[in-house]
């Protein structure tokens, strides 16, 4: 079973553009992370929010928690071409930060 | 520093027969994960290891799958036998705290 849901399922943009993604969840979290995925790649992680934390900055991506809805956004600014790939948010129940369940996805795609 | 190290990268068999999967997470991870990936979807845990201990195995069709993980380091997954279903990428990854390593994967087909 999945707990995230990510919102839009797929997204189409120009470079240069900003894109935003959005992931809700269903119960309490320890933390949110998010990860991107290349086609026929491995994931990789962008970045970890606790629980506790509201906003949080690396580089180009500023990702917000809002634990009152169970939501969460990713913002990727000045998106470039190599910034294609499906976006998940993954999170992890309180007590068991290594215990992640991942939503389905964004697909993102940057057009030169 | 070497990442998470799967292998094969992919594998075509027939239904029935036996399949295994190898990963090597990255020196000093002591959290190993299995995860499962079908197509257009998020990666959906099968067992996670803390050293040689299968903490989490829940998600783990007993009947048909099996893993190890020897001496707290690799780890195998095996299929026996594999089903048309099974048709998926199947994903390695360690950690050390909460961030994740994952390794590229091994795309199974069954015939």
């Known amino acids: 079973s999945q707990q995230g849901e990510e919102d839009p399922q797929a997204l189409s943009i120009q470079e240069g553009e900003n894109a935003t993604m959005n992931c809700s969840y269903k119960t309490s979290i320890n933390n949110l992370q998010w990860y991107r995925q290349n086609s026929g790649r491995g994931l990789v992680h962008l970045i970890l929010i606790r629980s506790n934390e509201r906003e949080k900055h690396s580089g180009r991506l500023r990702v917000t928690l809002d634990t009152s809805k169970k939501s969460s956004s990713l913002l990727i600014t000045a998106s470039r071409a190599a910034d294609t790939a499906s976006y998940f948010c993954?999170?992890?129940?309180?007590?068991?930060?290594?215990?992640?369940?991942f939503g389905s996805g964004t697909q993102l795609t940057v057009l030169p | 520093e070497a990442g998470v190290v799967q292998s094969p990268r992919y594998k075509i068999i027939e239904k029935k027969q036996p399949v295994a999967f190898w990963c090597n997470p990255i020196s000093g991870h002591n959290t190993l994960y299995w995860y499962l990936q079908n197509l257009g979807q998020g990666p959906e845990l099968l067992i996670r290891?803390?050293?040689?201990?299968?903490?989490?195995d829940s998600q783990l069709p007993k009947d048909r799958f099996s893993a190890e993980r020897l001496k707290g380091v690799d780890s195998t997954l095996k299929i026996q036998p594999a089903e048309l279903g099974d048709s998926a990428v199947y994903l390695c990854?360690?950690?050390?705290?909460?961030?994740?390593?994952f390794g590229p994967g091994t795309r199974l087909t069954v015939l």
């Open positions: 290891y803390e050293n040689e201990e299968a903490v989490d």
């Open positions: 993954a999170t992890a129940p309180p007590g068991s930060a290594r215990q992640l369940t």
């Open positions: 990854a360690s950690s050390e705290s909460g961030e994740q390593f």
